[in-house]
């Protein structure tokens, strides 16, 4: 498949057909979901934030709306819908929801769970200051060039694991973000 032409439908249509397998062995027992929002466009988009710099955990980093389920969510899409409203501002009433990928343990603790949906290309975001520095959106079609993530293989506490690195613009997308961009292209049948 050529990435450069993927439009909306044929995504979607990739992503359905082509079901992840969700069931994964994790090791983190806290969870946590993020919402992958899919901008509605011809060109489709991915939007991203930008994490504060005063924020304890992940400072700066470019990362999905998302966090911790607390014990008002139904469920880890209502987890992941909640985070997108209060961090971006994404009515949960407009997103329609495409499916999960497989959970991410994360290096904090958490076995998170991506939530893919698609949004309206005319939402107002408002990034709640204390949480997210910026919101910007990525052509999704550049997000899943599998070429742009490299591999980096890191050592800590005795174990191996590898992180994916990319740049779009002057944002650095790495770690748990650039590997779930990176599942959803394999997913959707794109070669490494």
Known sequence: MDVNALDLDDFL????????????AALNARQAAVLIPIVR?????????????????????????????????????????????????????????IGVLPPVD?????????????????????????????????????ALRLGRYHPLDVHRRGNSHRVWLSWYQHYFVWGMTAGIIRELALQVGLKP
């Open 106 to 142: 994360s290096v904090t603790g958490f076995q998170v769970t991506p939530v893919l949906g698609v949004i309206p290309p005319d939402l107002h975001y408002h990034a709640c200051e204390d949480e997210v520095a910026s919101v910007f959106e990525m052509p999704l079609a550049e």
């Open 41 to 97: 466009r011809p060109q489709p988009g991915l939007l991203l934030t930008q994490r504060s710099a005063r924020l304890r955990k992940h400072p700066g980093q470019v990362a999905f709306p998302g966090g911790a389920v607390d014990s008002s969510d139904a469920s880890l899409i209502a987890a992941a819908l909640r985070e997108a409203h209060e961090e971006v501002a994404i009515p949960p009433e407009c997103v329609d929801i």
């Open 13 to 24: 249509s990739r992503f359905q057909l082509l079901r992840p397998q969700t069931t994964r």
